[in-house]
């Protein structure tokens, strides 16, 4: 059974920083790109950050861009999301996701595997 577990949310006040994990079992991820998505209440999930399977190449949002490091460790199997400068607009659940192989942008890979969430509140 696959499973993707979140960790790292919590409420940290604007300026502030978080780390977010994601813990894969069940398979090994190491050959299948990964990446971040957040859902705000009332919004449509959206992309966030995204990082093939060997971490040499990385896709952010714009929104995010600057202030958003995402990495793997495949030896841990792990996805790592770091977050610096947050911002109010940040608060969200994130989500981290795995997807097939064979995808031109990361962007546009079809994730098919999906964690439950971590919370991810920006106090003003």
């Known amino acids: 059974q696959v499973q993707l577990v979140e960790s790292g949310g919590g409420l940290v006040q604007a300026g502030g920083s978080l780390r977010l994990s994601c813990a894969a079992s069940g398979r090994t991820f190491t050959y299948f790109p990964m990446a971040w998505f957040r859902q705000a209440p009332g919004k449509e999930r959206e992309f966030v950050a995204a990082i093939n399977w060997s971490g040499g190449t990385t896709a952010y949002a714009d929104s995010v861009k600057g202030r958003f490091t995402i990495s793997r460790d495949n030896a841990k199997n792990t996805l790592y999301l770091q977050m610096n400068s947050l911002k109010p607009e940040d608060t969200a659940v994130y989500y981290c996701?795995?997807?097939?192989?064979?995808?031109?942008?990361?962007?546009?890979?079809?994730?098919?595997?999906w964690g439950q969430g971590t919370q991810v509140t920006v106090s003003s």
């Open positions: 996701a795995s997807g097939p192989q064979g995808y031109g942008s990361l962007k546009t890979v079809p994730y098919n595997y």
